[in-house]
């Protein structure tokens, strides 16, 4: 009688799990945290794979691996819109893997909005234990001028500001790296009309003003900018303010930092899926704190959600 060979049961493919680390962020010490992270999860059972290239370099079939159960951010709102949106504009939406952030940047308002508090003690335990519990919070998505943003675009002297903090910028940037770029641009600035529609309805100007449009309350200045946003209602809110001195500017801060600029008189404060802003010149457009050029911009809102892992 032949013996009969057992039956070999092939085990399941480890799970992979995709680290993004920026170099450059937390002065260099991101690198050190990623391969800290990659150890423990390959020690777990995962299979971690380092990237610490530009995020617009990163291979699209390594994004949208179907078998990608996160991808783990590390740096500051800025690197997160960069991988955010390599993903986005070449994986599939039923293929977007979650994304767990590591905030190493200089306002961190994504992980500000999603309660995000990491202990460094034992920031390894705390990502393995996220990364298998899987504790899902979907978050609206928008694209400005074809640019992905998930907090905020603004229009007028605060994109201005960050337009100069670029120019200069020679390195990672601190919130002081913003005081002489802000003194410089306050100095010298033209307040020029500007235009907003809302899903195709003229609601602002023309009329000198500033504009921020997006899913959070929060400004990277700390003032509620967008007081009734909500990161997962499907909309966009929008706030356009008369703005067409330095001394109504001031003012205007003043309301923020009170919670009340939205209720200035010529104040609009909305919800639209869609916004288009125009202008007599250029204005500067910021998102998510980095330049994105000029108006006009046109910003829509996208269909499906990133899905974020929280604690």
């Known amino acids: 009688m032949s013996k009969i060979p057992p039956c070999v049961i092939p085990a399941p493919p480890r799970q992979k799990v995709l680290l993004f680390a920026n170099p450059i962020a937390g002065r260099g010490s991101a690198l050190g945290i990623g391969r800290t992270l990659c150890e423990r999860l390959n020690q777990e059972g995962f299979a971690c794979d380092f990237l610490t290239d530009r995020p ?14 996160c991808i783990i951010i590390i740096g500051g709102d800025g690197t997160l819109r960069s991988v955010a949106s390599r993903m986005v504009d070449h994986c599939p939406p039923q293929h977007w893997p979650p994304l767990l952030m590591v905030p190493m940047g200089t306002a961190n308002l994504m992980a500000q909005h999603l309660g995000l508090r990491w202990d460094k003690s034992r920031l390894d335990q705390q990502v393995s234990d996220a990364i298998r519990q899987l504790k899902i919070i979907p ?81 990277g200045i700390g003032f509620p900018m967008l007081p009734h946003a909500r990161s997962d209602d499907g ?49 500067a457009v910021q998102v ?24």
Not at 241 to 247: A, D, E, K, M
Not at 301 to 309: C, N, P
């Open 56 to 69: 617009e370099s990163i291979d699209p079939a390594t994004l949208c691996d179907p078998n990608l159960r």
């Open 139 to 219: 978050l609206d998505t928008a694209k400005a001028n074809d640019r992905l943003f998930l907090l905020m675009a603004g229009v007028g002297i605060d994109a201005q500001i960050v337009h100069e903090v670029d120019r200069r910028r020679r390195g990672p940037i601190r919130k002081s790296s913003y005081v002489w770029p802000a003194m410089q641009v306050v100095g010298g600035y033209d307040y020029s009309p500007i235009t907003v529609h809302a899903d195709g309805a003229r609601v602002f100007g023309p009329i000198p003003g500033v504009a921020f449009i997006g899913n959070v309350r929060e400004y």
């Open 235 to 283: 909309v966009l809110d929008l706030c356009a303010l008369p703005c067409g001195s330095r001394w109504q500017m001031i003012k205007l801060l003043a309301h923020a930092a009170a919670g009340e600029h939205h209720q200035l008189e010529g104040s609009v404060y909305l919800k639209a899926r869609r916004v288009e802003i125009e202008s007599d010149r250029p204005m």
């Open 288 to 311: 998510d704190g980095e330049p994105a050029g000029f108006t006009p911009v046109r910003i829509r809102m996208l269909e499906h959600k990133l899905r974020f892992v929280v604690e």
